[in-house]
């Protein structure tokens, strides 16, 4: 049982879908019919998920059948259709609404070309029901076909088999062969290229970001070898990655055959494509072997998180790999503080409770960096070889399966603990909060270089005299998170002065610099900030940035009037995000004045 689908309270599933949709990008509408095979299981209805969707005509095995729509919650709106034991296909007419919490539409001067509009979906978590009606549970799994028409300057792709070059008409199709849940089907649709990677790989982007993104991620096919040696074959034939404009709310998504992905990645060095490595290894963790339902997140993401580090490894050396380690650690530290300060202790738990609750709060550090460290406890004590063999032998035993955090645990039991004779606190680990003490501790001689420096810093040495050369993005990260809480403006000054953090193209040290200089109100900064939230949309960088804002009066002034005219940039996961903490629905300028 899903609580976050009504899909699942009748036995009725759906088993292949075939879209056809046309893309409206002036009206910012879809318009279509989903048609799905069925397999009635006995039951007098099937009930598919719908958010926000005015639905035209709804048939059953090609006969029109009255529109039932349940009332509306959370979950969106439940769409009742009757059938029998003979019903095999249902068919729903519909178009989606300015509710589509799924769509982000951009205007051209939102692309990084600013000549064509784009669109992109993010599924993840319940919001496929907003662009399509669908058992939109994690639990359901159904292989699709889609036609897709669009403009015909402009090129669709989606999580299945794609086109490399535009069509003369805009009519696109496509095949997901692979059956996948219905938070993996998503859809971009932009002035968009293709450039190959490699045999398997390749990459899509507009055409002025094409090219460094096919740079910055040149190690992809390396990644999905060290995956395959790792973990057993890739199962999806292609693997490409679509790099998306500023305003895609998160690093990455790993939509099957082709991850969306954040342009804040590209850095010039190839410093920031761990991401990569990290929406690859879901191609086992959670789009082969998902979590059945968002209580269960931590086997999505704590296993992506273990699987993204081995890659790292494996391609870039245990250094790098450890360094990523304790940048992770770090930000379980911090989740974890504040998750108890603010009585959410609850929350740090692996196995999750949303019941109610919208299942993007449990997008939280606790269930990848938590989810991490236990099962690098887990390596720690049977050991790499025996570890790596039971990963291996659980992505192929349950390959295509939804997975619950009681049935892995009994798998784990039955295939790893009891025949090493092996002891873990797992109630502890999986349903007690915070981080159990034997969670092993990542360490890193890397680091201990940078917080000597820092400490050379505070004693009186200038900037410039710093023992920094060679170090990479990882170092600095390290750096700027661990100066002294105060600076004056003289020291703050001395930093920019010395590494140019203001004018950084690496949008994690640019975000942590700019941390620093709200923290400390170094007004020189300001600009660049500005800027910053005005085009990055990636809620990760979105959220600390905001918060230290809204921490002194004069930045809480600054957030609002940043943010009324940034927020139509951002996407609708962003904006409830940060609507909450800015208290905008109250702050509003209409309200206000
Ligand atoms: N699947 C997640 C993104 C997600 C989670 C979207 C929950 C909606 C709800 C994706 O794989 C992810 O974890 N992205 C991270 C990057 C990663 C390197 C930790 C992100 O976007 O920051
Ligand atoms: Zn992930």
């Known amino acids: 049982m899903d609580v976050h689908s009504h899909a699942s309270a009748s036995p009725a599933r759906i088993e292949h879908l075939d879209l056809d ?3 409206d990008m002036t009206e ?3 318009l279509g019919t989903a048609s799905y095979r069925i397999r009635p299981h006995g039951a007098d209805t099937i009930i598919l998920d719908t958010d926000a969707l005015e639905i035209a005509k709804v048939t059953v095995n090609g006969k029109e059948v009255p529109v039932l729509l349940g009332a509306p919650s959370i979950l969106g709106r439940a769409l009742h259709i009757p059938i029998d034991s003979n019903s095999n296909t249902i068919a729903v007419t519909y178009r989606t609404t300015e509710g589509a919490r799924a769509l982000q539409w951009l205007s051209p001067q939102q692309t990084a070309d600013r000549t064509h509009p784009f669109l992109f979906t993010q599924g993840q978590a319940i919001l496929t029901r907003t662009w399509m009606p669908v058992q939109d549970s994690p639990g359901i799994r159904i292989t699709y076909d889609a036609t897709v028409r669009v403009p015909k300057e402009l090129m669709a792709v989606m999580s299945a088999s794609n086109p490399q070059v535009r069509s003369a008409d805009g009519v696109y199709t496509f095949q997901m062969e692979q059956p996948i849940p219905a938070y993996l089907i998503a859809l971009a649709v932009g002035d968009i290229e293709f450039r190959p990677l490699g045999e398997r790989c390749g990459v899509y982007a507009e055409r002025s970001v094409v090219d460094k993104a096919a740079w910055e991620f040149a190690d992809t ?10 973990y057993g074959p890739y199962r999806w034939g292609r693997y490409d990655v679509i790099v998306l404009p500023p305003s895609f709310p998160f690093g990455g998504m790993e939509n099957p055959r082709l991850t969306f992905a954040t342009p804040t990645i590209i850095a010039g060095d190839r410093s920031l494509t761990a991401l990569i490595a990290h929406e690859l290894a879901h191609s086992w963790s959670g789009n082969l072997v998902t979590n059945a339902t968002w209580n269960d997140f931590w086997l999505n993401e704590g296993f ?3 699987f993204e580090n081995r890659i790292s490894e494996a391609l ?18 911090g989740s974890l503080e504040h998750m108890h300060a603010t009585g959410h202790a609850e929350d740090t738990h692996l196995r999750l409770h949303l019941d109610g609750r919208d299942p993007d709060d449990g997008m939280t550090d606790i269930a990848y960096e938590k989810g991490f460290a236990f099962l690098k406890l887990l390596e720690s004590k049977v050991g790499r070889e025996r570890f790596d063999a039971f990963l291996r032998g659980y992505f192929d035993r349950f390959a295509f399966q ?6 892995f645990l009994a798998y784990l039991d039955e295939e790893l603990l009891k025949p090493t004779n092996t002891k873990v606190d797992i109630a502890a680990w999986v349903d007690g909060p915070g981080l159990p003490a034997d969670a092993p501790v990542p360490v890193s001689d890397k680091f201990d270089q940078v917080d000597r420096e820092i400490a050379r810093w505070q004693g009186g040495t200038p900037a410039a005299k710093l023992a920094t050369q ?3 993005t990882f170092q600095w990260m390290h750096f700027l998170r661990h100066l002294p809480k105060d600076l004056t403006t003289a020291q703050l000054n001395d930093l920019d002065a010395a590494f140019k953090f203001t004018s950084s193209g690496n949008a994690e040290v640019l975000a942590a610099w700019l941390e620093q200089c709200i923290r400390n109100d170094h007004d020189a900064a ?7 939230l005005s085009t990055v949309g990636r809620r990760k960088f979105l959220v600390p940035l905001y918060k230290e804002l809204i921490a002194t009066e004069k930045g809480r002034v600054m957030a609002r009037t940043i943010y009324a005219s940034a927020r139509s940039n951002y996407h609708a996961v962003a904006v409830r995000t940060l609507d909450e903490m800015l208290d905008w629905s109250a702050t509003k300028p209409e309200a206000t004045f």
């Open 221 to 230: 096919e390396r990644m999905l070898q060290a995956a395959e040696a790792l």
């Open 28 to 30: 910012r509408r879809l």
């Open 402 to 407: 939804s997975m619950t955090t009681d049935k």
């Open 21 to 23: 949709l046309q893309v």
């Open 316 to 333: 870039y050396g245990p250094d790098h790999a450890g360094m990523l380690q304790i940048l992770g650690r770090q930000d379980l530290q």
């Open 526 to 532: 300001y600009s660049a900030l500005d800027r910053f």
């Open 304 to 306: 992506t998180v273990y």
């Open 470 to 472: 060679g170090w990479n």
